[in-house]
């Protein structure tokens, strides 16, 4: 398959408003839901009065957590089928009316009755009670290579810092909805998810139901970076509850406000991480995390994972720790783990290079991984060195290091870099491809687009296959009733895809290779398989140059067209002969003017490794979105908890800081091409590898302009105030 850069299929529906989301769809006696909120963070509901809801204009019905007994129990009820308040801002009722501004009035007429209890709502609060889960992903929780204890005591350089990251959320443009009606005992859920599949499972179980009487769909997702997933399903449960209670369609969207408290965070850390260097080798490194997940529920990122696997290094002890506080549940954000522990490790390479008196980027030369030490495999592809060489030749890394710190203007320039990576693995996918007898191709298949260009991939692997223009393609996702595809996240749609279309093309080929050379009185009569070309919607004989048309091809004996399914299988980590891993190095150029505490990212080079790159447009836009993600988390994002009362604080998008377009730097960015054999079709993930290594890259520009070295995100005005520098560069 050829490297296009095809412009995104959905591109003019967007940008016309054509493309309907979920939270869009209107059927006939629609009911507006709304949700009461409990006023305390930790406590009991005692009771839910409707009595004075009931007589306002358009009220329809009330749901509470005792209409949710009959729900099957699960992770996935357990907020709602309980009366324990665990957070600020749990739903405590759902409230159903005839429009929008209706739900609401009879909303703030239920009168809830709660008992508080003390509420932990720090993490230095619960300490004591901390406790280390059993696994971070898919990862062990703690894990003992060598003996970093006493490898680090005969240490001849010891670098020893903590590293703190702060609460961030997801914020996807899209809020959170779900529209929603039964047609008998079948339930149809047009809703915001990132698992169509995953929604319709958990329904199932849920309302104990066949799967083949739900409907899930999602065609369009405004974004999601990994909290349109299960902490949604409960207030989803309830909507689909109160339409089985009135027998109409009931709608549900989220609130800004509300996608603070119910749809997951990035988790808080706390992370105590010592390195240990015999002259300029690595020899120990011992990562400890402490990170904060919710009363209710269990999470933790893989924070210290990629501790384990980055560098050559003999002696390496992790460890996750997690700490219960009444606050919301944290889920994977993108770049789950990766971005706040390599925020820790690459600060800490890049002040042991500091000490060593080397480059920080010959350091990490030095101690590169040439193969998984961890599980003693291979890697399948490793790339990281050629990011670092493009990178740096891009950027311009041996101009600028070792300079005086430079000015212009009111600016102090400081250049910093760091390494990221993020594993490749995939999911199990099925997906249909049918040639139509005007040889156009409808490609179905039932995963979802959050934005990131499912729908064009989908059509270009097809399309390049059989040599049809991307014009005469029709895409078909986001439908449970479409063949299984997989979740959004990740970064593993595309990889997944890629093998199950060009699985369901290769059997297309070889149908129409059959008819074409079976007439041996046709241009193409007698010919190979393996002489066959498919292209411009010919097939052409590469031996005699003989051609014809696909349509010509499919009249002679598939009139009615041409079908075929392929499917791949998941990543088995049991049975890897090698590992997948995707690399990258990000090279940053910042400006601060320390009378104002400003910070300015000006120049940004990321230069990547993530195996067969199908779409170098869709790739580039990726890795930027994920870079300016990563800005966000190392200069701007934090959530905040009051104290006292376990209230989110600024739970809105003017208080809740966010990069903007007079945020943006210039990106370059390289993409090196790697030939993985060890990965079908060669494909690795591209989304998290840009969000991860930029917040320690501009932490490290930071110390390079100002001689500060920061060690929490986010990086804020007052730590680079001229007055508040602890060893500042003249």
């Not at 140059?545 to 499917?567: M, Q």
């Not at 005005?717 to 508040?724: F, G, H, Q, V």
């Amino acid at each position: 398959m050829k490297t296009v850069s095809s412009a995104r299929y959905e591109a003019l529906q967007k940008v016309t408003g054509q493309a309907r989301f979920e939270g869009e769809v209107a059927p006939a006696g629609l009911l507006h839901a709304v949700l009461i909120e409990a006023p305390v963070a930790c406590g009991e509901l005692l009771s839910v009065d409707a009595a004075e809801a009931a007589t306002r204009p358009g009220f329809a019905t009330l749901v509470t957590h005792a209409d949710s007994m009959p729900l099957k129990p699960s992770a996935a009820t357990s907020l709602i089928r309980d009366s324990a308040i665990h957070f600020h801002g749990q739903p405590v009722a759902l409230v159903a009316a005839s429009t929008l501004p209706e739900a609401h009035d009879a909303a703030r007429a239920v009168r809830v009755t709660t008992t508080a209890r003390p509420a932990v709502t720090q993490m230095e609060q619960a300490l004591r009670s901390a406790f280390t889960p059993e696994m971070v992903g898919r990862f062990p929780a703690a894990t003992r290579r060598g003996d970093a204890a006493k490898a680090l005591s005969e240490a001849g350089l010891v670098i020893h810092n903590r590293y703190s990251t702060a609460v961030n959320n997801h914020h996807p443009m899209e809020p959170h909805a779900v529209v929603c009606w039964w047609e008998g005992t079948k339930a149809v859920v047009h809703t915001s998810t990132q698992a169509i599949f995953g929604t319709r499972a958990i329904i199932a179980h849920v309302f104990d139901m066949p799967p083949a009487d739900i409907r899930v769909l999602a065609r369009f997702l405004g974004g999601g970076f990994g909290c349109k997933g299960q902490l949604w399903w409960p207030w989803m449960f309830w909507a689909m509850l109160a339409s089985r209670k009135t027998g109409r369609p009931v709608r549900l969207e989220l609130s800004r406000a509300q996608m603070f408290t119910l749809v997951g965070r990035r988790q808080q850390t706390e992370q105590d991480l010592t390195l240990g260097f015999a002259n300029d080798g690595l020899t120990a490194i011992a990562h400890d995390v402490v990170a904060q997940t919710s009363t209710h529920a269990d999470y933790s990122d893989s924070t210290a994972v990629y501790s384990r696997l980055l560098y050559a290094c003999p002696h390496v002890s992790t460890t996750h720790t997690l700490v219960r506080t009444n606050e919301p549940q944290p889920v994977p954000m993108r770049a789950p783990g990766t971005a706040p522990g390599t925020f820790a490790l690459e600060s800490a390479m890049d002040e042991a290079a500091e000490r060593l008196g080397i480059d920080p980027l010959e350091l990490r030369v030095k101690n590169f991984a040439d193969h998984d030490q961890e599980s003693d495999r291979p890697w399948s592809s490793n790339s990281l060195l050629e990011c670092y060489r493009a990178g740096a030749e891009r950027f311009g890394w041996a101009e600028r290091r070792g300079q005086k710190a430079k000015h212009d203007g009111r600016w102090t320039i400081g250049v910093g870099m760091a390494s990221t990576l993020y594993p490749a693995i995939r999911q199990a996918c099925r997906a249909r491809v049918r040639l139509t007898p005007d040889a156009s191709l409808v490609v179905e298949c039932g995963t979802q687009d959050m934005g990131s260009g499912t729908y064009t991939a989908l059509g270009q692997i097809a399309a390049a296959a059989l040599g049809i223009p991307m014009t005469k393609v029709t895409v078909e996702l986001g439908d449970t009733w479409l063949p299984d595809g997989p979740f959004s996240g990740g970064s593993q749609v595309t990889a997944s895809i890629f093998p199950a279309v060009q699985s369901a093309t290769s059997q297309l080929r070889a149908a129409l290779a059959r008819i074409a050379a079976s007439d041996i009185d046709t241009p193409l009569g007698g010919k190979a398989a393996d002489d066959l070309d498919f292209e411009g919607e010919l097939i052409r004989s590469r031996s005699s140059n003989a051609a014809e048309r696909l349509s010509d091809v499919l009249a002679r004996a598939a009139p009615d067209g041409l079908v075929a399914e392929g499917e791949s299988a998941a990543t088995d980590h049991q049975k890897l002969a090698a590992t997948g891993m995707g690399y990258g190095a990000v090279f940053v150029e910042i400006g601060v003017d320390t009378a104002l505490g400003e910070i300015r990212v000006r120049r940004v080079c990321g230069a990547f490794a993530a195996g067969r790159i199908l779409n170098p447009l869709l790739a580039r836009s990726q890795y930027i979105g994920g870079l300016i993600g990563g800005i966000g988390m190392a200069l701007h994002e934090q959530t905040i908890t009051d104290r006292a009362t376990g209230c989110i604080l600024g739970k809105s998008l003017s208080d809740y800081l966010i990069p903007v377009h007079a945020d943006m730097p210039e990106f370059d960015i390289a993409m090196i091409e790697e030939d993985d054999p060890h990965l079908p079709g060669g494909v690795k993930g591209i989304g998290m590898l840009g969000t991860a290594g930029i917040q320690a890259a501009i932490a490290n520009a930071v110390h390079d302009a100002i001689g500060k070295r920061v060690r929490h995100l986010p990086i804020r005005i007052e730590d680079c105030l001229a007055s508040t520098g602890e060893d500042r560069r003249r």
